[in-house]
Nanobody, 124 residues
Framework: QVQLVESGGGLVHAGGSLRLSCAAS????????MGWFRQAPGKEREFVAA????????YYADSVKCRFTISRDNAKNTVYLQMNSLKPEDTAVYYC?????????????????WGQGTQVTVSS
């Protein structure tokens, strides 16, 4: 079992930045690929970014490419999502997820563990 706890969400103006953190406890963090997803009101949960176990393979949704950066510190059992140039359409609850596997994953059903989510609100 892996427990995931997100933090770092909040309210920011368009063009601003936020850094989300996801702290993992339980099983060995390095054994898990990690991802970030988000869900806006009335919309389905969507993929944002993913990193392989070592962080050597990374993938982004087109909507966040060149603005968001996923990284992980396996020594601290933490994955981060640096979000720059935020837009109102980035407003959502952001979830981190952990999945067994050796590469990155973009589908929610490929992940086994989920955090409770953290709210990100971008005002125009």
């Amino acid at each position: 079992q892996v427990q995931l706890v997100e933090s770092g969400g909040g309210l920011v103006h368009a063009g601003g930045s936020l850094r989300l953190s996801c702290a993992a406890s339980g099983r060995t963090f390095i054994n898990y690929a990690m991802g970030w997803f988000r869900q806006a009101p009335g919309k389905e949960r969507e993929f944002v970014a993913a990193a392989s176990r070592s962080g050597g393979m990374i993938y982004y949704a087109d909507s966040v490419k060149c603005r968001f950066t996923i990284s992980r510190d396996n020594a601290k059992n933490t994955v981060y999502l640096q979000m720059n140039s935020l837009k109102p359409e980035d407003t959502a609850v952001y979830y981190c997820a952990g999945g067994r596997g050796s590469r990155y994953y973009t589908l929610s059903n490929e992940y086994d563990y989920w955090g409770q989510g953290t709210q990100v609100t971008v005002s125009s």
